[in-house]
């Protein structure tokens, strides 16, 4: 059964840092390009990270970029999100996904449970 | 950027009624688009890519259609699980990948 476990998130003061990890199990994540997404409470969906497979293709939302960081470790079976210099606008749920790819068409087919990020003083 | 519109933001409906989702994208898209389905508390989960193949599970009553700039989600007959928020998703044009803001199915 392919899991995501997302972990890192909490209460963090605005302008601190948090590293979320997420933990796939089930499949092979070398295999796998990998997403960001996140969701404030009550609103809609936001991706902010993709990386690819192996690592050598990299994309953050203008959003985010210069201040979160997405790496992985294919070893491990970890995807990692790095967040600095966090705003209260980041307080969010992280969701970390996996990219789908078929003859069909691309997609989402498998997202994590989320860890929330709160930033406030 | 790829702009995604939904509507309506809201559709109020009984079970075993026809309910049909609008989303539109802001320039061609071709038929690179996705939907999802949430409910409270949870992940989101895939039902539909490349504008009409349903992912594996889901049940045939979920069909999705459109290309260019104009897709329709249809669930021919709701079922009581079925009342969530369902958002379409493009990935012809990213960075970066865009979602629509969502349609609240609810009874």
């Known amino acids: 059964e392919v899991q995501l476990v997302e972990s890192g998130g909490g209460l963090v003061q605005p302008g601190g840092s948090l590293r979320l990890s ?3 199990s089930g499949f092979t994540l070398s295999y796998y390009n990998m997403y960001w997404v996140r969701q404030v409470p009550g609103k809609g969906l936001e991706w902010i990270a993709y990386i690819s497979s192996s690592s050598t293709t990299i ?4 959003s985010v970029k210069g201040r979160f960081t997405v790496s992985r470790d294919n ?3 970890s995807l990692y999100l790095q967040l600095n210099g966090l705003r209260a606008e980041d307080t969010a749920m992280y969701y970390c996904a996996r990219d789908y790819r078929s003859s069909s068409g691309r997609a989402i087919d498998y997202w994590g449970q989320g860890t929330l990020v709160t930033v406030s003083s | 950027e790829i702009v995604m519109t939904q509507s309506p933001a809201t559709l109020s409906v009984s079970p075993g009624e026809r309910a049909t989702l609008s989303c539109r994208a802001s320039q061609s898209i071709r038929n690179n688009l996705a939907w999802y389905q949430q409910k ?10 490349g504008a009409f193949t349903r992912a594996s599970g889901i049940p045939a009553r979920f069909s999705g259609s459109g290309s260019g700039t104009d897709f329709n989600l249809t669930i021919s007959s709701l079922q009581s699980e079925d009342f969530a928020v369902y958002y ?4 012809n044009t990213w960075p970066p990948i865009t979602f629509g803001p969502g349609t609240k199915v609810h009874i």
């Open chain 2, 88 to 91: 379409c998703q493009q990935y």
């Open chain 1, 59 to 62: 994309f953050h939302a203008d």
């Open chain 1, 75 to 77: 070893a491990k079976s």
């Open chain 1, 22 to 24: 997420c933990t796939a």
């Open chain 2, 40 to 49: 409270p508390g949870q992940a989101p989960r895939l039902l539909i890519y």
